[in-house]
């Protein structure tokens, strides 16, 4: 007799709804077949009542607490990174595993290591010497180059360049088409803590903690910025 697994992919918002397919093509493809597996959404707005997106149920969290499985597992597919540190503090305290998903056409070349929860879309290509940490999201057609070390609960929106040598931190949100300038071996470029890096810049230098930056090249964001920019 097969045993039950639950997969939940927490958040029926675009994102959720997008890799939803990814999961379920992973699970087809896993080699170990012994469970019987049942995927399913998951959302807190939601009223508890009978609901289907996409031919999968919606659940609300404390529902889903209450499923009997031998194997219970989530993926976070949301995009607010400090939601996601938050979600990801409950499901691990509630002894439920983050569930990793890496599209099929995604491809990571050598010694590349994903932190649990991550969420890795088509077309993605990670290169060598990579340590990324946990609920990183990469979105479709991002790059990341040789010896960069990427911390916990990042984001990256489409077609993010992130080149060698390149130190992110905590809760950094960046977005599409940004590209990050190649850093140095003994002098790695470093995007702090909580910073958020605006679509199409191009980052050549540090970004400090907390800031905004957007341009190119990016310069952080202030009023003075503005009104050269808008007028």
């Not at 995604?106 to 340590?131: A, M, P, Q, W, Y």
């Amino acid at each position: 007799m097969l045993k039950k697994r639950l997969i939940g992919v927490y958040g029926v918002s675009g994102f959720g709804r997008e890799i939803m397919p990814l999961v379920e093509n992973q699970v087809n493809l896993e080699i170990d077949q012994s469970y019987d597996t049942k995927i399913v959404f998951i959302d807190d707005f939601e009223s508890g009542k009978k609901n289907y997106i996409n031919g999968h149920e919606v659940l609300v969290w404390n529902d889903f607490l209450k499923l009997e499985a031998a194997k219970k597992e989530v993926s976070i597919a949301i995009s607010n990174n400090q939601t996601r540190e938050k979600l990801a503090k409950q499901i691990l305290n509630s002894n439920i595993n983050l569930f990793t998903i890496c599209a099929s056409s995604s491809k990571r070349l050598h010694e590349v290591e994903l932190g649990s929860g991550s969420i890795i879309t088509d077309g993605c290509i990670f290169t060598s010497n990579i340590k990324i940490g946990k609920c990183f999201h990469s979105n479709l057609n991002s790059y990341i180059g040789h010896d960069c070390i990427i911390s916990d609960f990042v984001t990256f929106a489409p077609s993010v360049m992130c080149n060698g040598n390149v130190h992110i931190g905590k809760n950094v949100y960046i977005g599409t088409g940004a590209i990050i300038k190649q850093g140095k071996p003994n002098k790695p470029l470093i995007i702090g803590d909580n910073a958020k890096i605006e679509a199409g810049s191009y980052v050549t230098k540090n970004v400090e903690p907390n800031s905004t930056v957007l341009g190119y090249p990016a310069k952080k964001l202030s009023l003075s910025l503005l009104r050269s920019m808008y007028g």
